[in-house]
């Protein structure tokens, strides 16, 4: 259950706190037992079916990933690339969910879809509408259910509506039936129209593995995002979308984004090996590591870009990943290895 969730985020921060305390006493087999069970207990939660259980199991991931990254700066921590490669990819699938919850706007809002199939007065229409905007509310932090939020929307449905009666009648909606019924219900059926599409485009690129999808949901999100900007005073499914669409683009992201630390972290471990077999020299790149290969960048599916730079008491590689804007704060790692 939900309430359940969100008390495991107690636990997970619990189990963190025990595995960076166990690095500081160099204690790395019982750090890693608690990195694992931590990692467990993100998969447990991810098996959910919403995106919020995803999302926590992803962010359980993250706790456990700063503790693996802990561990390996820490000198003397027995490498750990083959420990890294038994982490399923992904750990936490969200695609499913996404979809889900891409492709079911009409069961979070039902009047969206009744508002299709039934005829109302004016006045069944203004109670619908009152009921959208408490359902918006619970879904959000804006006050959609306030008197004055819902005066608002329902003055502005006015605009809505015209744009509404213009995008029904060129999807070929009746045209007697659109001069009958109430205009409120007339913009909640274009915003489930609209939703049911903006949707289905939004979810084509989440069938796809995270190399061959990224960039496409990049295109996709950003052309959602011009949509926004464009309709959201003439169409409530924009009002709607901009509320509840922008988390679920952003899952699939937070996945990539794990994805792509673990497979880094296993490409500083080779890099480790092979200093270790060579007497301290990093290879001029990723090609020639030996004698285990780096892990790709799991945005492109392409090795990371590789720099290597000496100082007199160390050498400086730095690993850089290939992804969107919002990978900003995690494209880079440096790590210096000590001579």
Not at 200 to 221: N, S, T, W, Y
Request: proline letters at 5%.
């Amino acid at each position: 259950l939900l309430p359940d969730v969100q008390e495991s985020r107690a636990l997970a921060r619990m189990l963190a706190m025990k595995a960076r305390y166990q690095v500081l006493k160099n204690d790395f087999a019982g750090a890693v037992q608690t990195v694992s069970d931590g990692l467990r207990l993100a998969k447990f939660i991810g098996q959910g079916e919403t995106l919020i259980q995803k999302l926590v199991g992803t962010a359980f991931q993250s706790f456990m990933r700063d503790r693996i990254t802990e561990m390996i700066a820490t000198p003397g921590c027995p490498n750990l690339y083959w420990a890294l490669s038994t982490i399923p990819r992904p750990l936490v699938d969200v695609s499913e969910s996404v979809i889900w919850e891409l492709d079911n706007i009409s069961r979070v809002l039902p009047v969206l879809a009744e508002a299709e199939s039934a005829g109302w007065t004016d006045a069944q229409a203004a109670q619908k509408w009152s009921s959208v905007m408490k359902d918006l509310g619970a879904l959000s932090t804006a006050d959609f259910g306030s008197d004055e939020a819902s005066l608002a929307l329902a003055i502005g449905s006015v605009t809505f509506a015209e744009e509404a009666r213009k995008r029904l009648e060129a999807a070929g909606f009746p045209k007697a039936n659109l001069q009958k019924l109430p205009a409120m219900q007339l913009v909640l059926i274009d915003a489930g129209r609209e939703l049911k599409r903006i949707g289905d485009d939004l979810g084509k690129a989440h069938l796809l593995p995270a190399h061959l999808g990224a960039a496409i949901v990049e295109q996709q999100d950003d052309k959602f995002q011009q949509w926004l900007r464009e309709n959201r005073m003439s169409s409530m499914a924009a009002v709607i979308g901009g509320l509840l669409y922008p988390a679920v683009v952003q899952a699939k992201a937070a996945e990539t984004r794990t994805q792509m630390a673990y497979n880094r972290l296993m490409t500083v471990e080779a890099l480790r090996m092979h200093a270790e077999a060579n007497d301290g020299k990093v290879p001029d790149s990723l090609e020639q590591l030996s004698p285990l290969p780096a892990m790709p960048g799991p945005y492109t599916g392409q090795p990371f870009e590789y720099k290597v730079e000496t100082t007199d008491v160390a050498k400086v590689v730095t690993l850089t990943a290939a992804g969107p804007t919002n990978y900003q704060p995690l494209r880079v790692l440096r790590i210096r290895l000590s001579k």
